[in-house]
């Protein structure tokens, strides 16, 4: 660094403003841990990518106080069906029904506090930036190019350049790269992406369409599948004012289309002669890659940076939120001192297996798109035809089924073998389950429970370790654990729910559950040191 260049100090630097680095940004802004924010564009939002805010991710947006206004920002309105329909054309035959796809009925549900909500990407990145910018501690470097690091033992120096060209360092404690598929932060610390490269090529088009929703006979939903063998593909309603997504799926390789080509596949595909714009194309192209290490000293991946996957089930822009509370608040007790650095070694310990399963999950969704479901005679209108659509409902039905409805795959992981998980001899039972079943085993996301007062047992939890008391608990127990967590500095709330069904759900007198709403431990007494077990100290 040259003695004129400016050097700027805070505890973690962040590449990318993408749902996974604003999600990072406040869970460290909300315990007031200082970072920066660092985006080559001057603002977030500029691809409608995700289309599906997970339950998971909304009960963080609870968690952090917003879930209202990201259902205020909805664009059709929560109570808008957020079904997914299965037809030959969107001027043909229906085939299959799958109401409410993605848990986003709003009707209230025993296991979890918070629905889905179908709302494009950017619209949750604008609610999630204005929050981050109400936090004292988040300073955003918008307009802003990452370069380079350098780390020592005690921090890292970020290089970024601006507008103007001239760079700047910033010296930080951490460093985290929230930059996406073609992360620069992950090249740099040499990881790789291992996996599959290229399971399929697939066009994604925004466009506006008057009149098409009022044009076809299917109802509303927010996507359907055209499986006619001309261009099978997807589309659906983006947001108001005509917006709708067009992607056909299954392109060869070496076929690419101007913006005029993209409006004649869409009449084509859905049979509807409108006067389509095509306001944005970019070709995409699945891939099933998990980055071989996530981390090398103080510089972190989170979200696309170390995993890609097929969107088939909505998985990927969820799992990056995911990602950024798991490290957030393990970052944040290190720099608070009441956790010790090796805490973050847990980071990819815990989220790596998480990852490997939503992966297989995903690969398994996009092994049936709209161009495998595509059969010939499908739209004939003999007796034929109808054998086919009958046989293409069915199937259907079978094996999309857990894509759509698939809580397990959101709720039901485990961290299992974490070294901060004290294990009750539970973790050997569970497995795997697309169906969710609640369950306090240790690693497993705590019960969720509706309170008499209509709040949620998690609106309770606090915002470091909780100690439930289900039953039973001496006075013992208590003043050993507050002891515990004053000798340490660990933030810990303690609350006594002493019902029957919390005691049925949680299985023991008490349960520590972390801040990221995920079971620690659970007994009948307190054990000496339990804190320190759980923080690496």
Known sequence: MGMSEVIDATAVAIVGAGPAGLALAIELGNRSIPC???????????????KTTNLRTRAHLRRWGIADKLAAASPFGIDYPTDVVFVTRLAGEQIARFEWAFRCNPARDARYPEHSQWIPQYKLEAVL??????????????????????????????????????????RAKYLVGADGARSQVREQIGAKMIGTYGLSRNYNTIFEAPGLAEAHQHGRGI????????????????????????????????????????????RRSTGIDRPYRVLSSDEWTASRLLADRYSSGRVFLTGDACHLHPPFGGYGMNMGVADSVDLGWKMAAVLQGWGNPSLLGSYEVERRPAHNYVMDEAQANHALSPNQLARAGIEDQTA?????????????LEKKTPEFYGLGVVLGYCYRGSPIIVDDGTQAHWSPNRDYVRSATPGCLA????????????????????????????????????LEAEETGTPLQIITRADEAIRALYGAPLTLIRPDQIVAWRGPTWPSGLLRTLTSR
Not at 226 to 242: A, F, K, T, V, Y
Not at 384 to 396: M, W
Not at 467 to 473: G, P, Q, S
Request: proline letters at 7%.
């Open 36 to 50: 920066v924010v660092i985006e080559q564009n001057d603002r977030v939002g500029y691809a409608p990518r995700a």
């Open 129 to 170: 930036l204005e929050h981050a910018r109400s936090l004292p501690a988040i300073q955003f470097l918008f307009n802003t190019e990452y370069v380079e690091f350098t780390q020592d033992g005690v921090g890292v120096d970020v290089c970024v350049r601006g507008q103007s060209g001239q760079q700047r360092w910033i």
């Open 223 to 266: 996507m359907y599948w055209q499986l006619n063998q001309e261009i099978p593909s997807m589309i659906g309603p983006m947001d108001q004012g005509d917006l709708w997504f067009f992607m056909p799926t299954g392109i060869p390789a070496g076929v690419s289309y101007t913006p005029e080509e993209i409006g004649h596949l869409i």
């Open 384 to 396: 034929d035809g109808e054998a086919v659509r009958r046989s293409v409902s069915k199937l259907s």
């Open 447 to 482: 019960p969720h429970h509706w309170l008499p007062d209509g709040r949620s047992l998690y609106d309770l939890f606090g915002q470091g370790f909780t100690l439930l008391i289900a039953a039973d608990a001496t006075p013992t127990d208590c003043h050993v654990a507050r």
